[in-house]
């Protein structure tokens, strides 16, 4: 699957379990569901910041800017969500929390839908967009499975990873890279 097209779903997917919540009356099925989201979070700026952020950079050097911010989008949407798990569904904080975090990660994927994205989808084939989509998508699922502790390093080169985080890392490397295909971008 495109890498865009994949992170384009988990944006709309994300939205709609955050919508979910809002509306789910049951405290103990809100609580599960806030916990779902935030590994779904989790996992997404992980990939993001795993590999596709890194070709951007890159090809970008002359204007970082659109990367600064959503680098700096992914930090408060990862507060913001950390925040919301630690709250109980009953508080009476949650419902302003949970709308702090819808409006921070509807900004992240509207910067990266009318920014980021079209920059590298002119910067890459369709061939490698499979690539990295194939990448993402393995990625993904490792760890919505397994997570890696808060806190750990993102780097895929990373040495002394936590334990925990041992299925994730190697899920981290990518394909592509493991057979020695080194991506060649056109220029984001
Ligand atoms: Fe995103």
Same mark, same amino acid.
């Given at each position: 699957?495109? =890498?865009? %097209? ?7 997917? +994300?939205? $709609? ?17 806030? *916990? ?43 507060? @913001? ?21 819808? %409006?921070?990660?509807?900004?992240? @994927? ?18 490698? !967009?499979?690539?990295? /989509?194939?990448? !993402? ?22 040495? /002394?990873?936590?334990?925990?985080? $041992?299925? *994730?890392?190697? =899920?981290?490397?990518? +394909? ?8 060649? +971008?056109?220029?984001?």
């Amino acid at each position: 699957m495109d =890498a865009l %097209d994949l992170l384009e779903q988990q944006h709309l997917e +994300v939205s $709609a379990l955050m919508a979910r919540i809002a509306a789910e009356p049951s405290p103990g099925l809100r609580t599960a569901m806030v *916990a779902q989201l935030s590994r779904m979070i989790d996992a997404h700026v992980r990939i993001e910041e795993t590999y596709l952020y890194p070709v951007c950079a890159e090809r970008m050097a002359g204007d970082r800017k659109p990367l600064h911010d959503a680098y700096e989008k992914h930090g408060l949407a990862r507060f @913001a969500a950390d925040n919301l798990l630690r709250t109980r569904v009953t508080d009476v904080r949650f419902e302003a929390r949970l709308r702090l975090l819808r %409006d921070i990660f509807a900004h992240h @994927a509207d910067e990266e839908e009318d920014i980021l994205f079209p920059k590298a989808k002119r910067g890459l084939t369709d061939e490698q !967009l499979d690539v990295i /989509g194939s990448d !993402l998508e393995r990625a993904y699922e490792v760890l919505l499975r397994v997570g890696v502790p808060a806190g750990a390093p993102l780097a895929r080169s990373q040495r /002394g990873w936590p334990r925990r985080g $041992a299925h *994730a890392v190697r =899920a981290l490397r990518p +394909v592509s890279r493991r057979r020695g295909e080194a991506l060649r +971008v056109r220029g984001c």
